[in-house]
């Protein structure tokens, strides 16, 4: 068996295997009950996995349809939530103006980034991509309209309504999901997906890898420009080392491979698991819970090479995995 | 007289000091099959890039209709009517074969106006066309040489080309499939779509083509009717050499025993 | 005319340590296609390997430097051996992944072992400088400048002329070839990771002369591993040198832009990161492959 042969085997088809699909909108619906049992603390924590898996939806556009590894998604959170911070700071008080500013501006930075960008390949992508993060992070640190390095502070609504940040968020998390599984299995998704098995081949078919990149690139940054929307009023406060946090950045990354990279149900799957294991760990260990955390990545990576979605499509049972295992050795 | 589909005028293509090839100039009639034969590396495939647009020429130019082919984005050529094959096959390894043929429907010269589904059953009517329809479901990774030929053609029947360029499709088959794949050949160009094929199987080219190119060292040195062409002891004697007709024969078997070694098992998936 | 001289022999002293930092990083990328994301952890790992010799031992941090060396090749050679073998062929995100899971691991048994505490290594030459004309030179970073140049030609010395550094470029070249060949691939990648680490591990140990210690230092100098590897060339041992020459040069000079734009005022001093990035972006977009890259991708 081939590595090809068992990643097609496992994840059925371009929007993934649909059991694990069906699974995780039935989760999805659940966690809509959580703020009526729950609020607080575990309110708070869920809220986290939904923003985290809107953002792992973005960057698997990019980096698991389109093959392209950016490094560079958590730029557009970063100017979402800033979008909806300058909204603040003049009096607007609307959370879909909010996460429709948020949307247009990001994609518009991104179009306009991307030209230059996406002509690059591989290696020297992924460069350029944390090269614009770390420079937007830089740019809005220098800017004393927005705070500077002191950041801002949003008005929030008050105590009884706090839940609308959690809706929104949700609404974020389900409709980057289900653009995902919409675009997956449009003419878009196979160009995108064309282009990452190769773009030459995909030239040749009419497929014209730069404007699907882009198209790509900006839909993905629409998404976590939405998560940054709502992130910023919900957390109060925003400033860059909050927003443009390592782990916004690498995160949604290791969740999507974590779950199932260019598949649906995996970006959402490798958020509830990461973000919720990080949250366990750091209730129960103070000390030693990024520990844990490494530990647990490393096993899961090394258990399950393809993603924790390659599961649901497994046949054969404990056999076929261990069989599995050594695949990918050299 | 009937009308030229392309024309090749004066085509020189470099890399670095090398001319792969030069001066070369030939016309294409629409509906005909032309063969373009030539010993290896006389610039079949160079010339075959050139025309599908892969690389712009040193000097001279294509034009297909009036319109130079280098001024139009790789990505674009398909849309004015022509397609090619790979000599290295390049399917999407982790597409199904149906989809892998469905992306050409839904991006080729009338992929605008098709939806996704229905460059799904045009996917399915092309793969019984080339005799894949058995493994429509399968990853294009699985697929054997000769059904990845095969997924080659189907690719870019899909574009819905008026002009078709295949290259080597016929490398790697046994006799029964030669014959098979140059019957669906026959029937696509009956259906008017140009053809030209590069091919080593010398029977092969003289059964389909109206008319033959040879080229060596990257020159046109011959054309015209397969038998005018190949008859020729100018030809076979000056421009093959006898001793390569001979060679050629030889290397087919042995390229045919260890084909069909091969042929069963699936090639390791990202070679 | 001073400052322009004074910045330029800074940066051109920044860039040796950029050089070795990007190296061992530039090498197993090059050569293993592993993003290692544990490599900011080995460099800190160098880095208290020197402190606690140091503080323990009095031992010089010149001295300490093969220890750091040994020390982190052994580390990487058996991670690479027992825990990155496994996933040798996956795609580069698998690996990019567990290095990911490794360095938050690595990072906080350092958290455990030494405190979040902000550290330095300060020597009796520590704040010697001498000066030549107008231009100060502190003889700590000038050593740090040469031992990073050394440390660069015996790499390439070792690479191009040695059995191992050959089988270790034949790999990088073609697995399949190289197998055939009777390269030991699973022993050339320990060994190349190995290398890395102890690359690494020079590196800290190099930059904690000049700079101050924490668990989690790394990351700031993973980032510019990335860049000025990128910048040079990947897996290019020249490359490396070249691309931290120009990015610490780069650095410096940024440090000095004051101007006031529209009411706005905006200082070098925030924005270097942010200017040397742009510079990579043109770079690259000139030249796709870096500077001293081949020139087809």
């Given at each position: 068996?081939?590595?090809?042969?068992?990643?097609?085997?496992?994840?059925?088809?371009?929007?993934?295997?649909?059991?694990?699909?069906a699974?995780?909108?039935?989760?999805?619906?659940?966690?809509?009950?959580?703020?009526?049992?729950?609020?607080?603390?575990?309110?708070?924590?869920?809220?986290?996995?939904?923003?985290?898996?809107?953002?792992?939806?973005?960057?698997?556009?990019?980096?698991?349809?389109?093959?392209?590894?950016?490094?560079?998604?958590?730029?557009?959170?970063?100017?979402?939530?800033?979008?909806?911070a300058?909204?603040?700071?003049?009096?607007?008080?609307?959370?879909?103006?909010?996460?429709?500013?948020?949307?247009?501006?990001?994609?518009?930075?991104?179009?306009?980034?991307?030209?230059?960008?996406?002509?690059?390949?591989?290696?020297?992508?992924?460069?350029?991509?944390?090269?614009?993060?770390?420079?937007?992070?830089?740019?809005?640190?220098?800017?004393?309209?927005?705070?500077?390095?002191?950041?801002?502070?949003?008005?929030?609504?008050?105590?009884?309504?706090?839940?609308?940040?959690?809706?929104?968020?949700?609404?974020?998390?389900?409709?980057?999901?289900?653009?995902?599984?919409?675009?997956?299995?449009?003419?878009?998704?196979?160009?995108?997906?064309?282009?990452?098995?190769?773009?030459?081949?995909?030239?040749?078919?009419?497929?014209?890898?730069?404007?699907?990149?882009?198209?790509?690139?900006?839909?993905?940054?629409?998404?976590?420009?939405?998560?940054?929307?709502?992130?910023?009023?919900?957390?109060?406060?925003?400033?860059p080392?909050?927003?443009?946090?390592?782990?916004?950045?690498?995160?949604p990354?290791?969740?999507?491979?974590?779950?199932?990279?260019?598949?649906?149900?995996?970006?959402?799957i490798?958020?509830?698991?990461?973000?919720?294991?990080?949250?366990?760990?750091?209730?129960?260990?103070?000390?030693?819970?990024?520990?844990?955390?490494?530990?647990?990545?490393?096993?899961?990576?090394?258990?399950?090479?393809?993603?924790?979605?390659?599961?649901?499509?497994?046949?054969?049972?404990?056999?076929?995995?261990?069989?599995?295992?050594?695949?990918?050795?050299? | 007289?009937s009308?030229?589909?392309?024309?090749?005028?004066?085509?020189?293509?470099?890399?670095?000091?090398?001319?792969?090839l030069?001066?070369?100039?030939?016309?294409?009639?629409?509906?005909?099959?032309?063969?373009?034969?030539?010993?290896?590396?006389?610039?079949?495939?160079?010339?075959?890039?050139?025309?599908?647009?892969v690389?712009?020429?040193?000097?001279?130019?294509?034009?297909?209709?009036?319109?130079?082919?280098?001024?139009?984005?790789?990505?674009?050529?398909?849309?004015?009517?022509?397609?090619?094959?790979?000599?290295?096959?390049?399917?999407?390894?982790?597409?199904?074969?149906?989809?892998?043929?469905?992306?050409?429907?839904?991006?080729?010269?009338?992929?605008?106006?098709?939806?996704?589904?229905?460059?799904?059953e045009?996917?399915?009517?092309?793969?019984?066309v080339?005799?894949?329809?058995?493994?429509?479901?399968?990853?294009?990774?699985?697929?054997?040489?000769?059904?990845?030929?095969?997924?080659?053609?189907?690719?870019?029947?899909?574009?819905?080309?008026?002009?078709?360029?295949?290259?080597e499709?016929?490398?790697?088959?046994?006799?029964?499939?030669?014959?098979?794949a140059?019957?669906?050949?026959?029937?696509?160009n009956?259906r008017?779509?140009?053809?030209?094929?590069?091919?080593?199987?010398?029977?092969?080219?003289?059964?389909?083509?109206?008319?033959?190119v040879?080229?060596?060292?990257?020159?046109k040195?011959?054309?015209g009717?397969?038998?005018?062409?190949?008859?020729?002891?100018?030809?076979?004697?000056?421009?093959?050499?006898?001793?390569?007709v001979?060679?050629?024969?030889?290397?087919?078997?042995?390229?045919?025993?260890?084909?069909?070694?091969?042929?069963?098992?699936?090639?390791?998936a990202g070679? | 005319?001073?400052?322009?001289?004074?910045?330029?022999?800074?940066?051109?002293?920044?860039?040796?340590?950029?050089?070795?930092?990007?190296?061992?990083?530039?090498?197993?990328?090059?050569?293993?296609?592993i993003?290692?994301?544990?490599?900011?952890?080995?460099?800190?790992?160098?880095?208290?390997?020197?402190?606690?010799?140091?503080?323990?031992?009095?031992?010089?941090?010149?001295?300490?430097?093969?220890?750091s060396?040994?020390?982190?090749?052994?580390?990487?050679?058996?991670?690479?051996?027992f825990?990155?073998?496994?996933?040798?062929?996956?795609?580069?995100?698998?690996?990019?992944?567990?290095?990911?899971?490794?360095?938050?691991?690595?990072?906080?048994?350092?958290?455990?072992?030494?405190?979040?505490?902000?550290?330095?290594?300060?020597?009796?030459?520590s704040?010697?400088?001498?000066?030549?004309?107008?231009?100060?030179?502190?003889?700590?970073?000038?050593?740090?400048?040469?031992a990073?140049?050394?440390?660069?030609?015996?790499?390439?010395?070792?690479?191009?002329?040695?059995?191992?550094?050959?089988?270790?470029?034949?790999?990088?070249?073609?697995?399949?070839?190289?197998?055939?060949?009777?390269?030991?691939v699973?022993?050339?990648?320990?060994?190349?990771?190995?290398?890395?680490?102890?690359?690494?591990?020079?590196?800290?140990?190099?930059?904690?002369?000049?700079?101050?210690?924490?668990?989690?230092?790394?990351?700031?100098?993973?980032?510019k591993?990335?860049?000025?590897?990128?910048?040079?060339?990947?897996?290019?041992?020249?490359?490396?040198?070249?691309?931290?020459?120009?990015?610490?040069?780069?650095?410096?000079?940024?440090?000095?832009?004051?101007?006031?734009?529209?009411?706005?005022?905006?200082?070098?001093?925030?924005?270097?990161?942010?200017?040397?990035?742009?510079?990579?972006?043109?770079v690259?977009?000139?030249?796709?492959?870096?500077?001293?890259?081949?020139?087809?991708?």
């Amino acid at each position: 068996m081939n590595p090809a042969t068992l990643k097609r085997i496992g994840l059925g088809g371009i929007t993934g295997n649909p059991i694990a699909f069906a699974v995780v909108l039935a989760l999805m619906a659940l966690l809509l009950a959580i703020p009526l049992t729950h609020n607080g603390y575990i309110e708070l924590v869920f809220r986290n996995i939904l923003m985290y898996a809107a953002m792992a939806y973005g960057w698997n556009l990019i980096g698991g349809y389109t093959g392209y590894v950016s490094f560079g998604n958590v730029a557009f959170f970063g100017i979402g939530a800033y979008c909806s911070a300058i909204l603040a700071t003049h009096g607007v008080d609307n959370l879909l103006l909010y996460v429709l500013l948020a949307m247009a501006v990001s994609a518009v930075f991104a179009a306009i980034v991307g030209f230059p960008v996406l002509r690059l390949k591989g290696h020297y992508f992924a460069i350029a991509t944390l090269g614009v993060a770390l420079a937007v992070t830089d740019i809005i640190a220098n800017l004393d309209a927005l705070g500077g390095t002191g950041g801002l502070a949003l008005h929030q609504v008050d105590e009884a309504h706090f839940s609308i940040y959690y809706y929104a968020m949700w609404l974020v998390a389900l409709g980057s999901m289900l653009g995902t599984y919409f675009i997956a299995r449009s003419k878009l998704g196979y160009a995108f997906v064309a282009i990452r098995e190769n773009e030459d081949a995909a030239a040749v078919l009419g497929i014209s890898a730069t404007r699907y990149k882009i198209v790509a690139w900006t839909i993905g940054a629409m998404m976590a420009g939405a998560a940054g929307a709502v992130f910023a009023p919900a957390n109060g406060f925003i400033d860059p080392s909050i927003t443009f946090a390592i782990d916004s950045n690498v995160f949604p990354i290791a969740m999507t491979i974590l779950g199932g990279i260019g598949t649906v149900a995996g970006p959402f799957i490798g958020a509830l698991l990461l973000a919720g294991a990080n949250e366990l760990l750091q209730r129960f260990f103070v000390k030693a819970h990024t520990l844990f955390f490494g530990a647990m990545i490393v096993l899961i990576v090394l258990l399950l090479p393809r993603g924790l979605v390659w599961l649901f499509g497994l046949r054969g049972g404990a056999r076929a995995w261990l069989k599995s295992l050594s695949v990918y050795k050299a | 007289m009937s009308e030229v589909a392309l024309r090749i005028s004066n085509v020189g293509m470099r890399f670095g000091g090398l001319w792969a090839l030069s001066e070369v100039s030939f016309d294409v009639e629409r509906g005909s099959v032309l063969g373009l034969i030539g010993p290896n590396g006389s610039g079949k495939t160079t010339l075959m890039n050139v025309i599908s647009g892969v690389y712009k020429p040193t000097a001279g130019e294509v034009t297909y209709g009036g319109k130079r082919i280098a001024d139009v984005a790789t990505h674009d050529v398909c849309h004015l009517g022509i397609a090619r094959t790979f000599q290295i096959v390049k399917p999407f390894a982790s597409l199904s074969v149906r989809e892998n043929v469905a992306v050409g429907a839904m991006y080729g010269r009338y992929g605008a106006k098709r939806s996704t589904r229905a460059s799904f059953e045009r996917a399915q009517e092309l793969l019984e066309v080339v005799g894949l329809a058995r493994v429509a479901e399968r990853p294009a990774s699985d697929l054997t040489i000769p059904d990845r030929k095969r997924l080659e053609v189907a690719k870019a029947l899909a574009l819905d080309p008026d002009v078709l360029l295949l290259d080597e499709v016929m490398a790697g088959l046994n006799a029964t499939e030669v014959e098979e794949a140059l019957d669906l050949l026959r029937s696509v160009n009956a259906r008017g779509v140009t053809l030209i094929v590069v091919e080593h199987l010398m029977k092969a080219i003289v059964s389909i083509s109206t008319s033959i190119v040879v080229l060596a060292e990257g020159r046109k040195i011959a054309q015209g009717a397969p038998a005018d062409v190949l008859g020729s002891p100018q030809v076979i004697e000056a421009y093959l050499g006898s001793r390569w007709v001979k060679r050629q024969e030889q290397l087919a078997v042995i390229e045919a025993e260890r084909i069909e070694a091969a042929r069963l098992q699936p090639p390791e998936a990202g070679a | 005319m001073h400052l322009i001289a004074q910045d330029l022999v800074n940066g051109i002293l920044a860039g040796g340590i950029l050089a070795v930092v990007a190296l061992g990083f530039s090498l197993v990328w090059g050569i293993m296609n592993i993003i290692n994301l544990a490599h900011g952890a080995f460099i800190m790992l160098g880095a208290y390997t020197t402190y606690q010799l140091f503080t323990s031992f009095h031992v010089d941090p010149f001295l300490s430097l093969p220890v750091s060396f040994v020390l982190l090749f052994a580390l990487g050679y058996l991670i690479q051996r027992f825990i990155m073998n496994w996933v040798a062929r996956a795609p580069v995100l698998t690996t990019f992944l567990l290095t990911f899971g490794l360095s938050l691991l690595i990072v906080n048994i350092a958290l455990n072992v030494w405190t979040g505490d902000t550290r330095g290594v300060t020597t009796a030459y520590s704040g010697a400088n001498f000066t030549l004309g107008d231009v100060t030179v502190p003889w700590a970073k000038l050593f740090t400048l040469l031992a990073a140049l050394a440390i660069t030609g015996v790499m390439q010395l070792w690479l191009t002329r040695s059995r191992t550094g050959r089988a270790i470029r034949a790999t990088s070249m073609d697995i399949g070839a190289a197998q055939l060949s009777g390269v030991r691939v699973t022993e050339i990648y320990a060994i190349v990771f190995g290398l890395g680490a102890g690359l690494a591990g020079v590196a800290g140990t190099l930059i904690s002369l000049s700079y101050a210690l924490n668990p989690s230092m790394g990351d700031l100098f993973l980032v510019k591993a990335f860049v000025v590897c990128v910048l040079g060339g990947l897996g290019s041992v020249p490359g490396a040198l070249v691309g931290g020459l120009v990015y610490g040069i780069v650095e410096a000079f940024a440090t000095q832009i004051d101007v006031t734009v529209g009411g706005q005022h905006i200082s070098g001093s925030g924005l270097q990161d942010a200017i040397a990035l742009v510079v990579l972006l043109i770079v690259l977009i000139v030249r796709p492959t870096g500077i001293m890259g081949k020139a087809t991708a």
